[in-house]
Structure formats: C-alpha cells, structure tokens
Nanobody, 115 residues
Framework: QVQLVESGGGLVQAGGSLRLSCAASGSIFSIDVMGWYRQAPGKQRELVATITSGGRTTYADSVKGRFTISRDNAKNTVYLQMNSLKPEDTAVYYC?????????WGQGTQVTVSS
C-alpha cells in the first residue's frame, strides 16, 4: 500500500503562483512514476504532469511553459510549481503514484484561480 498526502492548494488571482506538494509513504520502490492530475466540475480527470523516478517528465499541452513538476526521491515527495495561473486551471488536483499495475491516488487539493 502507498499513502499520498497533498498540500499547497488554495485561492489565487489570475497570474499568480502556487506550489503543490505530495508526500508518499508505504511500499515505495525505486522505479515508479509520480504525477498530478486534475478534475474540474463537470469534467473528467485529466493529466497535468508526470515524472519518473529517473526524472523524465511529461506535461499536458495546456500547462507547458507554466507548470514544473519535480521530485525529491530521498523524501518520496513530488512537487508541482504552478505559475501564470489562469481561471481555467481551477480544479481539484490529485497526486498519483504508479508502479507497474499498482495505482494510488491522494485525496485531492482544491486550486481556485480567480479572474
């Protein structure tokens, strides 16, 4: 089992910045993928960004150039630095940990961007 605890969400004005953190504990192995997904009201959950244990990253086109994902393997923590936030970034952001067939989710943290 893996437990994920997110923090850092909140309310920010358009153009502002937020930093999300997600700490993983439990059965953590050296080869895995951590990431962030988001779900806006009435929409499906979508990929925001992922990062492998080796540091390879992927981003949704909508956040490229504005968001940066990083991780600290020693702390089993993944971060999402969000800059130049837009109202359309408003959503619940979920941390994800994936290893082989195993897939775990955090409880979600609300990010609200006002115009």
């Amino acid at each position: 089992q893996v437990q994920l605890v997110e923090s850092g969400g909140g309310l920010v004005q358009a153009g502002g910045s937020l930093r999300l953190s997600c700490a993983a504990s439990g059965s953590i192995f050296s080869i895995d993928v951590m990431g962030w997904y988001r779900q806006a009201p009435g929409k499906q959950r979508e990929l925001v960004a992922t990062i492998t244990s080796g540091g390879r990253t992927t981003y949704a086109d909508s956040v490229k150039g504005r968001f940066t994902i990083s991780r600290d393997n020693a702390k089993n923590t993944v971060y999402l630095q969000m800059n130049s936030l837009k109202p359309e970034d408003t959503a619940v952001y979920y941390c994800n940990y994936r290893r082989g067939p195993f897939n775990y989710w955090g409880q979600g943290t609300q990010v609200t961007v006002s115009s």
